[in-house]
């Protein structure tokens, strides 16, 4: 019983972890096409409403030239990891450095574990 019990924590434990970094970049191009390209491209060098999301990960918040970042977005000084872009994405007007995205966020975390694998293709 017990171990039954100690295998069932051990399995929720490496779902919840693979979903948070195994995302499916396919899937995730697909729902970047559908959402976040109405504001964002993923090429370099081109800004619609928000900034390309080129190379977006790994890099500093509002790094893009030629695009006018809210001042939030300026003072955001974590680094784009994965798990950064997770809680962005997730809640972008909940967020401190959020104020310029009027995007309700992805409620889905299997969703944004997929977006988040597709923004890191793009390099
Ligand atoms: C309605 C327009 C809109 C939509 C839809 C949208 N965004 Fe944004 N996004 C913005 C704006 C505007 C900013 C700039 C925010 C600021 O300066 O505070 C931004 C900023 C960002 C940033 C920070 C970029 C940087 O250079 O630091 C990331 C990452 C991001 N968005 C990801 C996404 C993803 C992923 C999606 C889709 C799930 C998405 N956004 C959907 C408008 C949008």
Redesign the pocket.
């Known amino acids: 019983m017990f171990s039954r019990i100690v295998l069932v924590v051990l399995f929720a434990s490496l779902a919840s972890s693979a979903l948070a970094l195994d995302g499916d970049p396919a899937a995730g191009k697909i729902?970047?096409q559908r959402?976040?390209q109405?504001?964002?491209s993923p090429e370099i060098g081109i800004n619609k409403?928000?900034?390309s999301?080129w190379n977006?990960v790994g890099?500093q918040?509002?790094?893009?030239p030629d695009?006018a970042?809210?001042d939030?977005?300026k003072n955001n000084k974590a680094t784009?990891s994965a798990a950064a872009?997770d809680a962005?994405?997730a809640d972008?007007r909940g967020d401190v450095?959020?104020?310029?995205?009027?995007?309700k966020g992805?409620a889905d975390g299997k969703e944004r574990a997929d977006?988040v694998a597709y923004?890191s293709t793009l390099k």
């Open positions: 729902i970047f959402i976040c109405n504001c964002h409403v928000g900034p999301l977006v890099r918040p509002a790094a893009v695009y970042y809210s939030s977005m784009w872009l962005y994405i972008p450095h959020g104020v310029k995205m009027y995007f992805l977006v923004l």
